[in-house]
C-alpha cells in the first residue's frame, strides 16, 4: 500500500482508506471487526469515523473495539459539529471539548490523529473554533486538524486566522469528489493547493454509481441506492448514465474495469492524499485497494475529462 503525506506536513497515511460509517448502521461487531482486520491486513493505514456515524456514536464505539491494540499503528481520524440530539451539536468552544472527550471515550483512545470540523457552524465565529482547536493540539490530545465541507472562501479565511494567530492550520480537507462530482475543481481545490493541504474524497463511487454493479433501470436490494430515493435523483441522471457507460467502456478498453478507473483518476489527482472509501465485507476492502494501483497516462487523463464534461482552458 503506498503511503502519502497528507497535506504537507501532516502523517503518513495509505493512499487508501477507510469510511467507517456503516459501522453501527449496517454492521454489528462482528461484522466491523471482520472488515477491521481485512484493512489492517490489506496497509490500510488512515480509519475515518465521526461521532455522529452509527446513529451518533455507534462507529466510533464499534472501531474502537475492532482496533484494540492496533491503534497506535493506525492514523484515527473523527469529525464532529453534527447535530448528536441531547449531547448538541456546532463548533462552539466549550461543545467541542465534549465532543470530543465523548469521541476518545467511545474509540476507547486518549488522543486523536486527525480531528475535523464536519460542516460549517454560522453561529459560532470560525477563530473561536480554531483556537480552541489549537489548544487541544497543544494539550496532546489532538495531533492533527482538519475540515469537511467548507467553501472555499471559509478554508482561506481559517488559513488567514491561524497564520496571524500562529496556530495550528487545517491539513487537510474531506469533500466530495469523484468522476460524477468534480464542483470542487472550480474553487476548492486551487485553494488547497494553494495552502499545501490534502484532500480526503468521500464518496468516490458516487455512492456506488461508479462501482459497476449498476445498469439502467436495475438497482440491486440491499444497496444504498435500493434505499435511498434522494440518492437516485442525485445521482443517477441521464447524463450521468452517459457518462458511466463511456468510462466503462474507456476502462475495459484499456484492460481495466470501472471500479479501478474511479479510484485511480482519484490517486492520481495531486491534492489527494488519501481516497476514503466505506466497505460492509472484507472482499471490498481488496477491490478497492487494488483498485488504486492504475497507473493513468496524461493522454488518459485528457480523456476522461472530454468523457466527463470537464472544460480545460483552451475552451473556456
Known sequence: MEQRTLGKNGPKVSA??????????????????????????????????????GNRGGSEEMLGRALGKERGAIILASKFGHDMGEAGKGAAPAYIRRALAASLKRLGTDYLDLYQLHTPDSETPLADTLGTLDELVREGVVRAVGCSNLSAAQVQEAARLTREKGQTPFICAQDE??????DIEA????????????????FPLASGLLSGKYQPGQIPEGTRFASSQGAQDRYMTPQNWDRVAALRSFAEQKGHNLLELAFSWLAAQPVVSSVIAGATRPEQIEQNVAAASWQLSAEDLSEIDRITGKQTEATV
Open 16 to 53: 487508501v482508506g477507510l469510511g467507517c460509517n456503516n459501522f453501527g448502521a449496517r454492521l454489528d461487531q462482528t461484522a466491523t471487526n471482520t472488515v477491521v482486520r481485512a484493512a489492517l491486513s490489506q496497509g490500510i493505514t488512515l480509519f475515518d469515523t465521526a461521532d455522529v456515524y
Open 177 to 182: 469528489y469523484s468522476l460524477l462530482v468534480r
Open 187 to 202: 474553487e476548492l481545490i486551487p485553494v488547497l493547493s494553494d495552502l499545501d493541504m490534502g484532500l480526503l474524497p468521500y
